[in-house]
């Protein structure tokens, strides 16, 4: 990937594959800007200019192959090689994405389960064998481990973030409502539900919904 992408237009990178992968399954071949423009909810020139950073894939007036782009947009996105991914705390959250079933479809790989909990280390839930953290250098350096999934609870999450470090685990997705700090060679990408929760509620608050708004107007 070119250095300096900047990450919003990495996120419009995983939109436009979402979108590309649902024409191809609809059995469109052929997109033009426009088209990929109005499915992502973004402009056609933004479109354009992100796909600018990694050179040219369309065609004036005949737009994109669904396919070709597509598979660029894997390629770029490194979705083309299997990641290997333990999951950091197998409690109902851990346990809900070891079941999650398109984790494969992008050659994701659960490898195993790490807790500290003793009546779940040593067992398997669902088909991940659960190590205890104490162990975690040896699982990482023998399962070759790219990505950590955190799912602890937030007291723990600084001390298993540091554990992972020193064991060597590249890419952290934290699903902890905490931020966890890392030295720069590791990447933290955090997936926080309750912010989510928090904004909804703030955009719900100041714009009424519909049967409001029309009560309010009436
Ligand atoms: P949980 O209590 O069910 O599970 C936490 C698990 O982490 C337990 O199995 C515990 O033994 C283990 N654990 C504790 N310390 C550990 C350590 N140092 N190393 C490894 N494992 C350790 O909690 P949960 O509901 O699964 O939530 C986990 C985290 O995910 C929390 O931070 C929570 O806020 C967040 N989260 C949960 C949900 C949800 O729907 N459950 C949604 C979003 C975010």
Redesign the pocket.
């Known amino acids: 990937m070119p250095k300096g992408i900047p990450s919003a237009t990495v996120s419009r990178l995983v939109i436009y594959l979402r979108v590309l992968t649902d024409l191809e399954s609809e059995g469109v071949s052929r997109a033009s800007s426009d088209h990929l423009a109005a499915e992502a909810n973004v402009s056609a020139f933004q479109v354009r200019k992100d796909l600018a950073y990694f050179g040219s894939f369309g065609t004036r007036g005949s737009g994109y192959t669904v396919a070709t782009l597509k598979n660029e947009l894997r390629r770029i996105l490194g979705l083309t090689r299997p990641w290997r991914v333990i999951i950091?705390?197998?409690?109902?959250?851990?346990q809900a994405l070891a079941a999650y079933p398109q984790l494969d479809q992008y050659d994701f790989k659960l490898v195993a389960g790490?807790?500290?909990?003793a009546s779940?280390v040593g067992s398997l839930i669902g088909d991940l064998p659960v190590h205890h953290?104490d162990d975690l250098h040896e699982l990482v350096a023998e399962q070759t481990v790219d990505i950590a999934f955190l799912?602890?609870?937030?007291d723990?999450a600084q001390?298993?973030t540091d554990a992972l470090v020193r064991a060597g685990v590249p890419g952290i997705l934290n699903?902890?409502?905490t931020v966890v700090t890392v030295p720069a060679h590791v990447t933290v990408e955090s997936v926080d539900?309750l912010a989510g929760l928090k904004r909804l509620a703030y955009f719900l608050q100041v714009a009424p919904h519909d049967g409001e708004r029309e009560a309010a107007a009436g």
């Open positions: 950091v705390g197998m409690g109902r959250l851990g790490v807790d500290v909990d779940k953290l799912a602890v609870p937030v723990a001390a298993a699903f902890v409502p539900f």
